[in-house]
């Protein structure tokens, strides 16, 4: 059907950067809003950003000015630049986008996830 692959989580100091990127395979025809999504431990999942298909973006609050999404429509990803990274970032990050796929036996729009970064920051 279709599948998500994140990757790029990991460890980093304060202050630090790192880039995760996200890429959906399977029967797509199309994506239309692209997000990444982030769960500490112990707590709710949150959306951190999200791009539509015509490229406006939105941030949550505590990200803006240091979080940068991005998306590629020709090879199905998603991006999400962190820098100035602080340690209450650290969470599994997950993307999520919203797709129109079709099979030979079904065929929709229905939204779809990955499995899930760990992202530590941590001196």
């Known amino acids: 059907q279709v599948k998500l692959v994140e990757s790029g989580g990991g460890l980093v100091q304060p202050g630090g950067s790192l880039t995760l990127s996200c890429v959906a395979s399977?029967?797509?025809?199309?994506?239309?809003?692209m997000s990444w999504h982030r769960q500490p431990p112990g707590e709710q999942r949150e959306l951190v950003a999200l791009?539509?298909?015509?490229?406006?973006?939105n941030y949550l609050d505590s990200v803006k000015g240091r979080f940068t999404i991005s998306r590629d429509d020709a090879r199905n990803t998603v991006t999400l630049q962190m820098n100035s990274l602080k340690p209450e970032d650290s969470a599994v990050y997950y993307c999520?986008?919203?797709?129109?796929?079709?099979?030979?036996?079904?065929?929709?729009?229905?939204?779809?996830w990955g499995q899930g970064t760990q992202v530590t920051v941590s001196s």
């Open positions: 999520e986008m919203k797709i129109n796929y079709r099979t030979e036996n079904e065929g929709g729009l229905n939204y779809f």
């Open positions: 399977g029967s797509i025809v199309g994506v239309y809003d």
């Open positions: 791009i539509t298909r015509d490229a406006n973006t």
